[in-house]
């Protein structure tokens, strides 16, 4: 079966702090994508990033970084010295090759960065 | 700039009203899928299709809830007949399998916003 776990429901910081969203995710699968999506208060999702079962390198765009570790099941995502717009709610997704490329999401997690 | 296009926006409607909700995908893409996304149970799949075939629609209420996609431009998702539990924003995505190793990204429609009174 697959899942894919956001345990931090919603998380508060202070403008300019950073901060980590955490994605646990589960399947037997060997090839598959991870990605992560934001869905600002506007409700729509945007894509940010992509990334499959054999790239485990780590990736940075801007104040964006993700973190893809194999061993722990795990597609960090934290946003350096966050801002304002960064208000969203975020969610992680699994899609699995062998499951027909269905879409798996977490449940989200709500950043609020405060001025 | 490509776009999935979501109509209507938002619609309310009385309990035992027929609700259609459409969706245009992005020109080129092979799948479509549709969410439901409410506070209590976040983004639900309840169908997807790929080059306009259903592939799995286990997620969808059968005895009410169906989608179809009569040709490549369009997805609907209907509901007959509507009850108040099914008020939540419903999206539409799309996106481009190139085969089985190569998974694009999902692009989301703005949603369609329905309330059953």
């Known amino acids: 079966a697959q899942k894919v776990t956001q345990a931090q429901t919603e998380i508060s910081v202070v403008e300019k702090e950073d901060v980590t969203l955490d994605c646990v995710y589960e399947t037997r699968d060997t090839t598959y994508y991870l990605f992560w999506y934001k869905q600002p208060p506007s409700g729509e999702l945007v894509f940010l990033i992509r990334r499959n079962s054999f790239d485990e390198q780590n990736e940075i765009s801007g104040r964006y970084s993700w973190n893809f570790q194999k061993s722990t099941s795990s597609f960090n995502f934290t946003i350096t010295a966050s801002q304002v717009v960064d208000s969203a709610v975020y969610f992680c997704a699994l899609s699995v090759v062998n499951n027909f490329n269905k879409f798996y999401f977490g449940s989200g997690t709500k950043l609020n960065v405060k001025p | 700039d490509a776009r999935v296009t979501q109509t209507p926006r938002h619609k309310v409607t009385e309990m035992g009203q027929e609700v259609t909700m459409r969706c245009q995908p992005i020109?080129?893409?092979?799948?479509v899928f549709w969410y439901r996304q409410t506070m209590m149970q976040g983004l639900e799949l309840l169908a997807y299709f790929r080059n306009r075939a259903p592939l799995d629609d286990s997620g969808m209420p059968k005895d009410r809830f169906s989608a179809e996609m009569p040709d490549a431009t369009l997805a609907t998702l209907k509901i007959q007949p509507s009850e108040p539990r099914d008020s939540a924003v419903y999206f539409c995505?799309?996106?481009?399998?190139?085969?089985?190793?190569?998974?694009?990204?999902?692009?989301f429609g703005e949603g369609s916003r329905l309330t059953v009174l």
């Open positions: 020109l080129g893409h092979n799948t």
């Open positions: 995505a799309s996106g481009l399998v190139l085969g089985p190793a190569n998974t694009g990204e999902l692009f």
